[in-house]
Structure formats: structure tokens, C-alpha cells
């Protein structure tokens, strides 16, 4: 008995000590990494311009100024304004919020529901996978805009049906992805002795199956906030999504286009709002993932 | 290589098919049909039953399905409710316009990527090799619809180098041959209508191709740079060939597999960024055709742009296949 309290102790020590070194190795990393601490940055500093929107923005986004239309940027309208006078920097710090919402709403709504699939395709194969794995290659048939424009076309315009049609097109990619992972992950001993132990399906699938796919899930889903962000901000700008007057960058960028040679501010500055998020959500996606799982390196 | 081509070619079969249900059940989620559409305000109810009947709308959905697939696959895709004109007509003004716009994006891409990513790969670290990795980076992560807003800001507006939207200047005509601008210019022998259409065609391409280029320039860089620390490729300098034909016949081609891949994978985005692209440069291609056909409302028109853009995007990317198959006979026995 005493041999076994041992091996229990020593068993218990070991994934310590293994954790420890992992730490070590992945602090490393860290700093190393010092493109995923810029992005990291600018994410919190996005996030904290949508947090404190009302303290940061000078003025109230939609609020119209008949007496100072199209004024290019100078102290009092750092951004300047547009052409109903709105101020154009609170309009954007404002944006932050709408953006960051529906990014990650979006990623929510995609991830979870990809995760479902992929799990139940993945493990329970046969008919159930033949039919989800149809699905996900005639979703991926079309081009990812053009399904974003169907959803929209059934659902009607708006900014929250432009969301769920983002969502609906990265579904397929996460199922996808979750599927795989699954494959490779009850092919493995430890699954089929949890299988022989008696062990329910529900639970081989939660603690066995899930964990494996938890670093691949948060790298995909960062990976994609961005490209989610763009995409709505892309279906704003083309009117199927936001409306005016909300302060949507991309609503911004498109009404911005008519006046682009008079105010080209207009344009500019939600533009590079859109581009400064999605860099820094790009550098903490491909941070994250060379950090937790460098084998997907090209293949997310 | 045949028998490849066969298979691949009846995998493409259920997808297809696939893709038709969705598009066909997705429009039938959305409340009221065709024909109330067509009729507008104007019709009775007896006119609408009569018009619902003409159009098979009161058969059972299976029936409709089944007539709407026989239809599509003989290329009718009923009439628009905006122009009143058959879907396909509509289609076939519009696509040659976004074909040319992606080839001459996918052009752009490729020459450039390539050269930024070979010339990245023989300076590793150095300025340039930085200079255009931040480059691509941004270009990477660029809204499609803001590099067009600003390529047209700076070279349109403030340097006035080239033209601000559309396919051809005002009073120039050419007779539409194959429907793509250049290509029709080209047909005529018209060189003032080529410069113009060209003239037309270099920032929408630009626009649409910059993403896809710093992807390409991202792979070819790092598949460069494994490729020039193989053997064959030290063998080759030590053997004395000069460091131009390394790099350009022995190290290029195995450089070249992985961005296949890519640009296989970038054309669901070359075709999504086509729809932005012509809204920006008032392009009448499909992209065009379809926004205007979303945001009236026109189904019909939206239906067969769907299927027809699935379609395409399909064979496009069973294109890619056969051209990574040719390229690497492994694949074909994988």
C-alpha cells in the first residue's frame, strides 16, 4: 500500500513539475513575443476608448452642429467634423464600441455553434458527420461576402443582422477546424480507455475531448475578431448593416466617400480605427498561436 | 491525370446541388414572393393568383425546387424585378466585368507578392526584408473598401494620375465583344479605348489584389527561405551557377507550390472583395449587380448571382486543384 501512496505522490508531483517548466518556456515566449504584447496593447487600449466612450469622446456622437459642417481637424474637433457637423473623434471613439460588440458577438455566436458541430460531427461520425461535413463544404461553396448578402437579403439590413450573417459564414471554418481536432483526439489511447471504462459519452466528450480543443478554439477565435470586424464594418459600408446616424465605421467610411475630396477626414479616421483594431487583433491571434500551439502555424 | 479530373469533377455534384437548396429555401424564408413583388401595389388579388399560377408559385415547395433546379441548370433564372429583364442577361452584362477585374487583380498579386517575398527571402532581416514585412502586414489587414477610398484620394483626386470610377472616359465606345472592357478594346484595335480601359482598370485591380499580394509575399517569403537552405540548392552554387539562376529557376519553382495553395485560398476574398471593389469604382460588374439586386429587394436577381458566384468560386477552386496537382504529381496519388 505504502509502494502505491508513492507512486501517487510522484505521479501527482510530475505534471508540477512539467507545468512549472511549461510556464517558464511560455513566459519566454512572451517576451520574446513582443509583437503580441504591442497588439495586446492596442486592443486594451481599444477596448478601454469603448469602455469609457462617454468620458473620452468631447462631444456626443450624433449630436448635429449646423454652424461648424465639414471643419478639418483643428483643437476643438481633433478629427474634425462631418457634414452634419457631428464631431468626427467621438464618433469614432463611439464606433469602438459597435465594433468591438459585434466582433465579438459575432466570434461568440460562430464559436459556439462551430464548436457544436464540430464536436458532434467529429465524434459521433457515420451519418451524422457525412451530413454536417455536406453542410460545412456547401457553406464554404460560396464566396464568404455572398453568403453574408444572403443571410442579410433573408434577415433584412441592420447592423445586428449583418452580425449574425458574419457569424453564420465563419461557422463552417470553425466547425471545421473543431472537427478535426476531435478526429485526431479520439484516435488517441486515453480516449478509448475513458471509452472502456465505462465513461458516458456527454462526459468523454467534455472532459476528455473538449480540453484538446480549447487552444486552437481561442486562437482561431481571436485570429478571426478582426477579419469579423471588417467584414460587418464591409456590410455597413455597402448599407446592409449599420444605419445612420449610428456611429459605425464603416457607415462612416462609406457616407465619407461623397465628400472625399473636399473632407477627406471624414473618411480617414474611421478608416484607420478599422485598421489599427484588426492589426493589433492580428498580432495577438498570431502571438497567441505561435504561444499555445505553434503546429498550427499555417494552418489558421 | 484524367481520372483526377473526373473524380474531382463529380465531388463537385452534391455541392453543387447543396448550394442550390440553401439558395433556394433561404429566399423562401423571406415573407411575400415574386409575384407580389412584380405586381407592386398595382395588381388585384385576381391578378396576383393568376401571375402566382403563371410562375408555378401555388405547387408544392418540392415542385417549385425541382422546376427552379431544371430551370437553372438550362441558365434561366427568371426575371429581374428591378429591370424586368431575364436574371441571366442581367448576369452575363455584369460578370465579364468582374472577371477581368479579378484576373488583372490576381495578376497584380502574384507578379508582386512573388517579388516582394523573393526579394524578402534573399535579404533576410535586412531593411528591406523589414521594411516589407510591416508592408505586408498592413496590407494584409487593410479594408478592401479603404485601400480603394484611398488609392482613389491620392491617385485620383489629389494627383489626378488616373481615373476616378468606372470602365471607360466619357465619349469613348467600344463594341462589346466579350464584355471585358480591355479585351474589347484590344478586339477593336482601338489603342486610345485600351489606355483608357487600362487607365480604368489599375486601382480597382490594385485594391482588390493588394490583400491577396501580401499573403502571397508572406508565403513565397518563408517557403524561399526554406527552399534556399535545401541541398540541391547549395549543390547548384557550389556547382557555379550563378546566384540569378539559383534563384530564379531552381529555388522559384518548389517556392511556387505554397502559393497555389494560397491563391486558392484567397478567392473566396478576391471574389467577396470584388463586390466592395466595383462599389467603390462604380465597376457595373457582379458585385454591383448584386448589392443593387440586395438592397431592392430583387430576389430573382439575387437568387441567380448566388448560385452562378457558387458556382464560379467552385470551379475556380477546382482550377487551383488541378494546377497543384500538375504541379506536384504526388498529390495526384495522395
Redesign the interface.
Known sequence: MAGSADSVRLTAELPAAGERRAAALSWRRLRRSSNLAVGALVVGLVVAAAVLAPQVAPYDPIDQEFTSQLKPPSASHPFGTDEFGRDIFSRVVFGSRIALNVGLLADAIATVLGVLFGLVAGYFGGRVDALITRLIDVMLAFPYLLLAMIVVAILGPGLTNAMIAIAVVYTPQFARVVRGVVLATTQQDFIEATRALGARPLRILVRGILPNIVSPIIVMATLTIGFMIVETAGLSFLGLGASPPTPEWGSMLATGRSYMLTAPWIATFPGVAILITVVAFNLVGDGLRDLLDPRLRGRL | MWKYVGRRMVQLV???L??S???FF??H??PGDVAQLLLGDKGTEADLARLRHQLGLDRPVYVQYVRFLADALRGDFGISIRTRQPVIWEIGQALPVTVELSLAALLFAVVVGLSIGVLSARRPHSAVDTGSMVFV??G???????TG??L??VFG?LLGWLPLGGILDAGLNVRRVTGMPVLDAVLQGDWTAVRSALAHLVLPAVTLGAAVMATIARMARSTMLDVLNLDYVRTARAKGVSERAVVGRHALWNALLPVVTVIGLQ???L???A??TE??FALPGLGRL??TS??A?D?PV?QG??VI??VI??LANLVVDLLYAWLDPRIRYG
Open positions: 452534391p455541392v453543387l447543396g448550394v437548396v440553401l439558395v433561404g429566399m424564408l423571406i502586414l498592413v494584409v489587414s487593410m479594408p478592401v473598401f479603404w477610398i484611398l482613389l484620394l483626386g478567392l473566396g476574398l471574389l467577396s472583395g463586390v466592395l462599389t467603390i448584386t448589392i440586395v438592397l429587394r430576389y439575387v448571382v448566388v458566384g457558387a468560386f467552385v
